[in-house]
């Protein structure tokens, strides 16, 4: 009889408190409701960013998150993610990171396993942001010469200074022979190249109808034109992915491909793929085509360098040519000789430099920035060493 009592009271105990539990809980669902959630997508190298407006989509997205599995190998360094996705609620935040190749990881670093419902929704986001890229498609050439096929009129943007002029591709096999349109064009090249005409590399846009293209031009009239009073003697060429020179029709030249990876805004997959050596060879091609921006991907982050000032400096060198000696595995080091120019300096000096190599983030090979204090002529060498800076003095 007691056992049934106090049975009996436990349940009647237990409705009370539930009849009282349940509107509790419902009254703070409708007065005190959840933080919201706020996503963003944005795209890591240009400036394109994407909110999640619809509720449905920011709560399929938060379901999704709860599938996603920290993995134990490391993910990629922080450079190579070309898109991220912001979760915010409250004063708690979480960022994704993705790189072109479909590597997912947070920043800190950690590799994450995401569910097939998250790369659906990463894929749909990182699409719509790819259509607002000032880029190109590293698109072959194989497909572009179809695009850009002759007698195909384009529009070519210059990727550093945004100038843009009309041209039309009239030839070309291993790559294009475009010639400008119109003196005006013609003008605008000639802009763009400083009032100089010039066989440097530049990395360009060539924009067909609604098609943009990364590509690489060699801006000096040589050969044969066949457009009239456009104030341009001969054509010049424009180089896509995978596209060859005359002189080289098995072998890409490494001044043009640069450029259109540049193009791309995929640079530092490029180098994440190099080898030691191949390092060294976009180092003295950028340094040679006056690029000294992609030098500068190429140089490890420590001892610091002044990046203005090393521009500066790199732009001191008018020619050089290189050559890649040997190197050694077990310490590192590529020897390399090499014959400059100096815009105002002795021409022909001949160096040899032993360039000390690292394995920055152990994911690709950089440069040690103390390796290349010869590079300059003796009258500025000083001043290089000078744009060797601790991290302390960075702070």
Partial sequence: MRLTFLTYFKYRTLIKIMVFIIPLAIMMRVYWPQQPVAITFTALRWDAKLDVINEQERNTIVEAMRYTHKMRKPGPPKQLALYSMLVEKGNQQQEYLVTESGEYFFPDGTAILPSYKLREIFKQYAD?????SPFGQPMAWSEARRIFSRYTKATIEDLDTGLRFEVQRRAGNYHADVQPLTANDTAVLKEIYDGNWSWKRRAVIVEVGNTRLAASMAGMPHGAGAIRNNNFNGHFCVHFKDSTTHQTPKQPNLAHQIMVWKAA?????????????EVIEIFFTALNQQAPDICLLTLA?????????????????AALAYSVQRYDPQTNIITV???????????????ELDIQMVHSLGYWWKIDPRSLTELYHDKTTANFNDLLRSEAECL
Avoid: C, T
Wanted: no cysteine.
């Fill in 337 to 351: 000789q090499i014959q400059l120019d100096y815009l105002a300096g002795p021409q022909n000096v001949k160096k």
């Fill in 265 to 277: 805004g995929r640079l530092p997959e490029l180098l994440a793929m190099a080898s030691p050596e």
């Fill in 128 to 132: 719509r942001l790819e259509r607002q």
């Fill in 301 to 317: 982050g420590e001892p610091k360098l002044d990046d203005e000032e090393f521009r500066q400096k790199s732009r001191e060198v």
